[in-house]
């Protein structure tokens, strides 16, 4: 792993790039890896070592690294245009993205908005939620919900909506807070949904949405709920007339078994935010779905009624036709089917884990440990046996490239483990 090769970039990097999620310091005992090149689900270093990418790079590869369909895909449309503004301008990627995904949701969805980010979107959907009332004149519902432990991305407008501590106490003078609910996740269903109506029934005429990361709660460890709350939920929201935004940035194409994680449970949300995986896992894109009733409100001679909200690279072409690849591979390989199967593979596979959960290709379980090191010297164990995974905190998870290949799934299964006793050895 240390060869001369590999330093040299190690040095440089650390001179010269802040790297995100990080405290820089730490890197001087905890390893930064060197990435030349990627094939498949593996990651290969100058010096030749590989990585399998168990975490499919922050969950936003689908189909491996240096995929041939997508790479051609690209190399296609980069000959063709690769960018121009979608501001009084259209182009073929992302009318058609905007179709495909319409499709998906049986035209529900019908009405695409582009932007480059996960944060991005959430704050597309806030804001679009709030102009719809304000457009009714309702101008009083201005405050949103979110769940407790809940991640929606780290710009100040989606840190008012996320409940993770240690992103935003720093920040908690800049922040405009959300109303923060019990999650289903950590009290139950039932607890959870009482909360939230006594919230609805003190505060309805002042809330504008309530904002969910379908079925798993991600960055708060991989917590996850069934999708009868989210059903239920829709029913509170209709009853209460307050908008539902489902950010699907993490759990959505694919990842939860379904490929929007909200068909688990029969809805469909008001606005529904996309990145991650869309583009699988090559550019910047995020995309909010939403309804022709929300469309409809803002759609008028007055200016000041439009949403007016603007990103330079707003639907990217190369970004949508990834994107665009990304489907076709969805649709060619029947790729949710044999993610199913492969599943259960795994679940046999990491049988050794105690209280394993799943949700379609996600698989966590927590580690009985005090130690705040845990994470990093996992991280670092991990490497030494060819394995790119970061646990959040005490959480162990995977969330592999869909392309793993059933050899390599038996061999993610055993080296976790290996390193599992390893990283508890060190400390017992
Ligand atoms: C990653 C993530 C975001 C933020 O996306 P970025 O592209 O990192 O800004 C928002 N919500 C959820 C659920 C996420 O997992």
């Not at 240096?66 to 980069?78: G, H, V």
């Not at 949403?307 to 060619?332: I, V």
């Not at 379609?360 to 705040?372: E, L, M, R, Y």
Request: charged share 20%; proline share 4%; glycine share 6%.
């Amino acid at each position: 792993m240390n060869t001369e090769a590999n330093q040299d970039w190690v040095a440089r990097s650390l001179a010269a790039v802040w790297h995100p999620c990080t405290q820089m310091k730490h890197h001087e005992r905890m390893p930064l890896v060197p990435i030349a090149r990627g094939k498949g689900a593996w990651l290969f270093d100058p010096a030749g070592n590989r990585y399998l990418d168990a975490i499919s790079s922050w969950w936003v590869n689908l189909f491996g690294h240096a995929n041939a369909d997508i790479n051609q895909a690209l190399k296609d449309q980069l000959d063709t245009l690769e960018h121009a503004m979608l501001a009084g301008c259209t182009h073929a990627p992302a009318v058609e993205l905007a179709e495909r995904l319409s499709a998906l949701t049986q035209r529900t969805l019908g009405h695409a908005f582009f932007a480059s980010d996960g944060a991005s979107a959430v704050e597309i959907a806030l804001k679009m939620s709030f102009h719809f009332w304000r457009n009714h004149g309702r101008t009083e519902k201005r405050e949103f919900v979110c769940l407790a432990n809940s991640y929606h991305g780290e710009t100040i407008g989606a840190l008012g909506v996320t409940d993770v501590a240690i992103f935003k106490d720093a920040y908690d003078p800049l922040i405009r807070h959300a109303h923060v609910v019990a999650s289903p996740a950590s009290v139950g269903e039932d607890e959870a949904l009482a909360a939230m109506r006594t919230l609805f029934e003190q505060r309805a005429a002042q809330l504008s949405a309530v904002i969910v990361e379908p079925l798993v709660q991600c960055a708060a460890g991989m917590a996850m709920y069934d999708a009868s709350y989210l059903t239920r939920l829709r029913a509170l929201c209709d009853e209460f007339d307050i908008h539902l935004i489902a950010d699907e940035i993490a759990v959505g194409c694919g990842r939860t078994g379904t490929f929007f994680a909200c068909e688990q449970a029969g809805i469909w949300p008001d606005f529904l935010c996309l990145s991650k995986g869309i583009s699988g896992g090559y550019l910047p894109l995020s995309i909010v779905l939403t309804r022709d009733a929300i469309y409809q409100a803002f759609y008028d001679d007055d200016f000041t009624r439009g949403f007016l909200h603007s990103h330079s690279y707003t639907g990217n072409p190369l970004a949508c036709r990834a994107a665009l690849a990304t489907l076709d591979l969805f649709e060619r390989d029947n790729v949710l089917a044999e993610n199913r199967r492969k599943s259960a593979l795994l679940r046999e596979a990491f049988a050794w884990a105690k209280n394993l959960r799943q949700r379609g290709t996600i698989f966590a379980f927590d580690v009985d440990t005090q130690d705040p090191t845990f994470s990093r010297r996992f991280f670092a164990n991990a490497l030494k046996r060819e394995l790119l995974m970061r646990p959040i905190g005490k959480t162990v998870y995977l969330m592999p490239p869909y392309t793993l290949s059933d050899d390599e799934l038996v061999l993610l299964a055993q080296r976790t483990r290996d390193t599992l006793d390893a990283t508890l050895a060190e400390t017992a």
